[in-house]
């Protein structure tokens, strides 16, 4: 097939095969022309969504009547869509220039540079409102896969043993004011990085059997963890804690609406980052409240401290740095639920 100087060979589908048929595209100064075969469609250029020329690869072009132009050959169909007078959009032309690149990766540090030392913290706590707690589901349930098929392993506990601390941490929930607890799912798991408990954005809670068995018969110290972890949750800490991480990201996410790039990290963040003091403080508090309405003394988190005081230092205990276990200041800790625990 021989195509004249200024037809370009495309691929068109009609919007109701998923074929494409091979056909030619021309501009009769007026009019796009496009000839398949014996067929031929006539368009306004300006009713087509005409692909950005941003990089290399297939331009694809979006006609009005639902179909599509395909065409392989990029530098061909920007030629061509020059010759239609379908010069490139301010945008694409500034992304092509390495002066526009230059000036806005630098305002970007700057950007971020201004947000790290003044705002994150006051923009991360300001953008936990406005992001839905849609999304906190929708990361957590990505995030304990990950860490399934990374660092954690069925259970070994007894189903009674898991019914037993279940049960414990039903009758404190059930002692709390009505709304005040967030919705939660326990989940046990074996894991190497040792007694730990960490609370996912979407309400779950993730106990190691090696902080069951620290516990040993003491009910009252793990539900003590799990008040802690359920502060956590109340106060969407792992949330805040991934806006902090990604408030530049997250900005960009709330404009266009697509949070791919939050829930890629999510994992990452979720498990290797800690939470602030601040964070371990206001979970601290959480817990207080709720074991005092539920009669329990605050000195169940004074023995968790002592009992992990004991243990050998693990290496894994910092993997997890959202865990209750690996963050320091225990001291200072143990003397707040010490106090709590008089009052
Ligand atoms: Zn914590």
Known sequence: MTVAVDELPVEHFDGRSARGTLARLRFDGRQLVLCAGADERRYDPHTLRWPERTRHGVRMAELPDGGALHCADAAAWDAFAQRCGRGDSLVVRAQQSWRWVLASALATLVLLAALYAWGVPAAAQAALQVVPPSLDRQIGAGVLAQLDAEILQPTQLPPERQQRIRAALAQAVAAQPAGSVPEHRL??????????????????????????????DDADLLTGVLAHELGHLRRRHGMRLLLQAGAVGLLAGLVVGDFNSLLAAAPVLLGQAGYSRDAEREADAESVQLLRAAGISPLALVRFFEKMAQREPSAGAALLGIAIASHPADAERIAFFRDAAQR
């Open 187 to 216: 989940e046990f798991r074996r894991s190497k990085i040792g007694p730990n408990a960490l609370a996912l954005p979407d309400g779950t809670i993730v106990l190691t059997d090696a902080l069951v068995e620290l516990a040993g």
